[in-house]
Every structure is written in structure tokens, then in C-alpha cells.
């Protein structure tokens, strides 16, 4: 009788699994005081909370992207943490050197797909109860001075800027995809000045022009079109 050899691949392949699926955890992990990359707390489960996060920036660091790794990771703690790669791997293209923040009170899935490439499903939200949240920034100070060159980088989806020294102190919008939404709120006593990415325009006016954002007032830019932002300003 032809018995044909069956590899642990093929029975992986077939296996069929009734009831709950159970996977590697590990709970009231402290991320790595001081951030960086390398000291960063390394994860080493399938599921993962991060309870301690003392200071904004206090790092994680994801195991190597390996094609068909999934984690969840959930920031439980006070402050926004850093997740890093390893060396030469990325997350959502960014390079494992700068890594992501991670907004506090948020679960967000990294996924590879491919060797040395993670992808975050989550990144820019989180949860309060039965409420979504967004990332946000408060206490920003204006770049004094003002100009598109070195304006203060918008890096969160909802920020206050509470220090605007002088009329047209500015800050820059983040390089604009298709679909993304951001809130600057100017709760200064000055008029500031938001600047597009470079090359990009704000309401369809001149490539790298202003947008005066008076004292007070809350907007919005949103874009369906990279390099074409819109501002929808509130009362």
C-alpha cells in the first residue's frame, strides 16, 4: 500500500478549529523609561498591555516583521508611548529609528505582510468607554517668527495651540493623504498662520500659501487630494 508522507505544513494547512482560539499574552508591561529605540521594552506576545507608561515617549520595541505576524497592542497607560521596529524594518513606511507614537488609551494591530514591513491598523485613535477618541496635542507654542520652513509640525490629528507670541507665528500641516482630517484649534491671543505641506495649497489658493487662523476660532483641514487642503472654519 502507497502511503504518501504528510508534512506538518499540510496538516497546519488543514486544521480546523472548533471554539476559541487562544494566543500568547502579557499584561502590565512598563515601557522603557526615556524612550529610545535601544532600551525599548521589547513585546513578546501575540497580545500585549502596556500598563506603565510614565512619560510621553517611553518606548516599545516590536519583534522582528516577520511575513504573516499580527500584534495587538494595547496603551493602557498615562502618557503616549513610542513603538520601534527592529534595525531595517519599518512601520507604515516610517523608518524603525523614528517609530510611532501610540496615543494613550488606544489597541492598535501591527501587521506584516512582507519581511521588514509593519503595518498599524489604529494609529491616530483610541477608546473612552463607548467613545472613539483622536490623537491630541495641547500646550503647542507657534514657531516664533512664523514661515513655512521651520513651522511647528502638526503630529497629532487634534491640536491646541496655546502660545501664538505674535501675529502669523506658524505651524505646517503633516504631508496630506486622501481622507485625512485634522483639528487646530487657536486658543491664543493672537492670529497664527497654518501652512500646507510643501508644494501644497490650502482652499485652492497659491501653492505654499497661509492660512491665517485668527485667535479664538477652531478649524478644520481635510483633503481628498493629496497636495489640495481644505479649511472649514468654525463660527
Not at 504573516?68 to 531595517?88: D, E, F, I, R
Not at 488606544?106 to 503595518?119: A, D, L, Q
Request: proline share 3%.
Amino acid at each position: 500500500m502507497d502511503v504518501t508522507p504528510v508534512t506538518a505544513q499540510e496538516i497546519l494547512r488543514n486544521l480546523q478549529i472548533t471554539g476559541l482560539f487562544y494566543e500568547s499574552a502579557a499584561d502590565n508591561i512598563t515601557a522603557f523609561a526615556g524612550g529610545g529605540q535601544a532600551g525599548a521594552t521589547m513585546i513578546t506576545t501575540e497580545v500585549a498591555r502596556i500598563t506603565t507608561v510614565a512619560t510621553a515617549g517611553d518606548s516599545v520595541a516590536l519583534p522582528n516583521a516577520i511575513a504573516g505576524l499580527t500584534l495587538s497592542l494595547t496603551n493602557h497607560g498615562a502618557k503616549p508611548m513610542q513603538v520601534y521596529g527592529q534595525a531595517g524594518d519599518v512601520i507604515n513606511d516610517i523608518a524603525s529609528a523614528s517609530g510611532v507614537s501610540q496615543m494613550i488609551g488606544s489597541e492598535v494591530i501591527y501587521f506584516c505582510p512582507t519581511n521588514g514591513k509593519w503595518y498599524a491598523n489604529g494609529l491616530g485613535t483610541g477608546y473612552s468607554g463607548s467613545f472613539e477618541t483622536q490623537s491630541p496635542a495641547d500646550g503647542l507654542v507657534a514657531h516664533a517668527g512664523g514661515g513655512q520652513d521651520s513651522a511647528l509640525l502638526i503630529t497629532t490629528m487634534i491640536s491646541r495651540f496655546t502660545v501664538v507670541a505674535s501675529v502669523g507665528d506658524s505651524a505646517i500641516l503633516p504631508t496630506g493623504v486622501a481622507g485625512m482630517t485634522l483639528t487646530i484649534i487657536n486658543a491664543s491671543a493672537n492670529s497664527m498662520n497654518i501652512f500646507p505641506d510643501l508644494g501644497s495649497t490650502i482652499n485652492a489658493g497659491s501653492a505654499n500659501a497661509a492660512y491665517a487662523l485668527a485667535a479664538g476660532k477652531t478649524c478644520q483641514f481635510v483633503t481628498t487630494l493629496a497636495g489640495a487642503w481644505h479649511a472649514m472654519l468654525s463660527a
